[in-house]
């Protein structure tokens, strides 16, 4: 299988997914507890996911790094209007 075949499954599997990191992982502490949505899956096959903060982030699109949410539970946690990088974001004022 190419890169670019995995890459597609990828995005397939995981784009628009609600997810929390494992929090075990040492290099995702600072994501622990915030629900993300991932926005797509690159050509390397890491997930890029927004975690309302105004940045995304890539992580590696895997079980061992990820974990999905159930869609009902995540959308009454995930806020998509707290990204700053929304057209007019609410929070900037007017």
Same mark, same amino acid.
């Given at each position: 299988?190419?890169? *670019?075949?995995?890459? %597609?499954?990828?995005?397939? &599997? @995981? /784009?628009? $997914?609600?997810?929390?990191?494992?929090? &075990? #992982?040492? &290099?995702?502490? #600072? *994501? !622990?507890?915030?629900?993300? #949505?991932?926005?797509?899956?690159?050509?390397?096959?890491?997930?890029?996911? %927004? *975690? $309302?903060?105004?940045? @995304? +982030?890539?992580? !590696?699109?895997?079980? &061992? +790094?990820? /974990?999905?949410? %159930?869609?009902?539970? !995540?959308?009454?946690? +995930? %806020?998509?209007?707290?990204?700053? !990088? $929304?057209? *007019?974001?609410?929070? $900037?004022?007017?």
């Amino acid at each position: 299988m190419d890169r *670019f075949t995995h890459s %597609d499954e990828l995005k397939k &599997e @995981w /784009t628009d $997914q609600f997810v929390q990191v494992k929090p &075990e #992982r040492p &290099e995702l502490k #600072r *994501f !622990a507890g915030i629900v993300g #949505r991932v926005v797509t899956v690159n050509c390397s096959g890491r997930a890029v996911i %927004d *975690f $309302q903060d105004g940045g @995304w +982030y890539d992580i !590696a699109a895997s079980t &061992e +790094y990820l /974990t999905r949410l %159930d869609a009902v539970e !995540a959308k009454s946690k +995930y %806020d998509a209007k707290a990204n700053s !990088a $929304q057209p *007019f974001p609410e929070k $900037q004022g007017a």
